[in-house]
């Protein structure tokens, strides 16, 4: 598991040795930014079920309810998942960049 790591443009020019490395690292910012997104829709989505609620939402079939499963759905659904996928393209660009610092293989 790779620890949490910003886009950067340091970064981008660093993976820029390898091929590889730049693709797989270009895959890992528009990644990170699709969990990004979506981690603040979900959260505005269940900041507003909870804003709904103390204003008075009413009952179990209320409408801020929708909000709570919305919110949860697209943080557990999308924003999750995109942050593993982002996380495994950085994991996969770190060690495309060993590789090539490592120069072709031995006979």
Do not use: C, K
Not at 13 to 33: G, P, V
Not at 83 to 99: C, F, G, M, V
């Amino acid at each position: 598991m790779v620890a949490p790591v910003r886009r950067s443009d340091a970064l981008g020019s660093l993976f820029a040795a390898s091929d590889s490395a730049a693709a797989y690292y270009t895959r890992f910012e528009t990644h990170d930014r699709y969990a990004d997104w979506f981690g603040w829709v979900g959260t505005a989505l269940v900041l507003s079920g909870f804003v709904g609620d103390l204003a008075g939402g009413g009952g179990i079939f209320s409408r801020t309810y929708l909000l709570y499963g919305a919110g949860l759905a697209v943080t557990w659904g999308v924003a999750l998942p995109a942050e593993r996928r982002a996380s495994t393209d950085l994991s996969n660009a770190i060690w495309w960049y060993n590789q090539s610092l490592a120069g072709p293989p031995r006979p």
